[in-house]
């Protein structure tokens, strides 16, 4: 049997069991006991329901990676690959043309497989728990966007990268890197303007006291934002967030309206913080570069395989294409991502931390605690979530940790400790 398919069979299974595994010891380690930071915010009723969300969205999203490894398997072992690459070159174009159209074909494909799951998770799940505010309309609107805005910015950066790696030779994937961290910094610079309000409207929040406490606090930090939008987020969703989106004169602050309709202005002011915090120790900008450094690895490695025969062959091609091996290389990639997102979210753990020692440091800590407990009532989180879970899949620290770091924190500011730090973990 050819080794790459072995290889890549042995990944797919091994990220499958990896990912289960997490999601069964979640669901397993779950404490009916309320923890005592959230006996004044929960009663034990609405506790219950938070963990009845979990074990639902835990069942469907198992139900859902269940199926498709088991898609995916079947469609390599068939040699649907060679079947969907006949299919692409049937249309008579060039190597490019050819190649656009096998990529729009197999990612088409495997958006239309999870359609029917999301709208389960929308209309069902969310529904049941009294978040879902999406109408079909919208939930189609929405596909028929995203659909668009992958034809339109998608289809002209695949057509560049197959250009370069046919035409470039061996230095091809860093001219594709130059281009691809151009389209992204681009993207990220005018997405709030263009991209956006394509699925949301984000009128300016209005005149009044949360408009000039925020104005007051920005200027305190000598934060000088370009807009404080309020995103209607009820049209889709009962849950709540805030961050900064965009760069330069782009930059915005976005709260939603969900967000606004529960906390009182210390609450969303000690948010704010939160959202400054991370603007002020740059953690987006390191973001970004740490996120172009990645794309940058994952490039150079592709040259190596991008044009293998043996890699073609393992997955029904008689012999290399250029389009094609970009998907094949992205599954024997697969264990590199995601020891990279382990390492992406431990440090994403990190930055929260220090984002909320900056919103103890500058705003009311007892409000951020307020703040963070309603979010996680209101959300129905999980406040006792598996370590290994936390591993693979948490960008934030588990709220029980959030809150006892600024506790802790806060009382060493109380007693006169000068605290400049931001909190320690011991995981």
């Known amino acids: 049997m050819n080794p790459y398919l072995v290889l890549v069979l042995a990944v797919l299974l091994a990220e499958y069991a990896l990912t289960a595994g997490a999601d069964w010891l979640n669901v397993r380690g779950l404490q009916t006991g309320l923890p005592d930071e959230f006996k004044d915010a929960y009663n034990s009723a609405k506790y219950a329901r938070s963990q009845s969300y979990l074990r639902d969205t835990t069942r469907l999203s198992l139900v859902v990676s269940s199926l498709m490894t088991a898609l995916t398997l079947g469609f390599i072992l068939a040699g649907g690959f060679g079947g969907l690459d006949r299919i692409a070159r049937s249309a008579g174009f060039g ?32 529904e049941r728990y009294g978040f879902n505010k999406t109408t079909p309309r919208t939930f189609v609107l929405d596909i028929l966007k995203a659909w668009a805005l992958g034809a339109v910015l998608g289809a002209p950066m695949l057509a560049a990268i197959l250009w370069f790696f046919g035409r470039m030779g061996a230095p091809a994937w860093l001219y594709c890197w130059a281009a691809v961290t151009v389209v992204q910094l681009l993207l990220s610079a005018i997405a709030p303007v263009l991209i956006m309000p394509l699925f949301n409207k984000f009128p300016p929040l209005a005149e009044g006291e949360l408009r000039s406490a925020i104005e007051a606090y920005a200027r305190s930090q000598g934060l000088a934002m370009r807009g404080i939008s309020v995103m209607d987020g009820s049209r889709r969703s009962g849950k709540s967030n805030a961050f900064f989106t965009g760069f330069g004169r782009f930059r915005r602050l976005v709260l939603l309206d969900t967000l606004i309709a529960r906390h009182t202005v210390p609450e969303l002011l000690a948010v704010l913080a939160h959202e400054v915090g991370h603007y002020k120790q740059r ?13 940058g690895v994952e490039l150079f490695l592709l040259s190596f395989f991008i044009g293998s025969a043996p890699l073609a062959q393992a997955f029904g091609l008689p012999q290399p294409r250029l389009y094609a091996g970009l998907f094949f290389f992205g599954f024997l990639f697969a264990p590199i991502s995601l020891c990279l997102s382990v390492a992406s979210h431990a440090l994403s753990r990190r930055w929260e931390f220090a984002a909320d020692a900056f919103a103890r440091r500058t705003a009311d800590a007892e409000a951020l605690i307020a703040a963070l407990k309603r979010l996680s009532v209101d959300n129905l989180s999980n406040l006792t979530p598996h370590p290994f879970k936390v591993l693979l899949a948490y960008s934030h620290p588990p709220i029980l940790q959030r809150l006892r770091a600024l506790g802790q924190d806060a009382g060493k500011r109380n007693s006169g400790w000068n605290f400049h730090r931001g909190p320690s973990y011991n995981k």
Request: a negative charge; zero cysteines.
């Open 95 to 126: 190597e490019i043309g050819t190649g656009l159209v096998f990529a729009a074909l197999f990612l088409f494909s495997w958006h239309l497989l999870h359609i029917p799951f999301s709208a389960y998770g929308t209309f069902v799940v969310e």
């Open 283 to 295: 953690h987006i900008p390191k973001s970004v570069v740490l996120h172009i450094g990645i794309t």
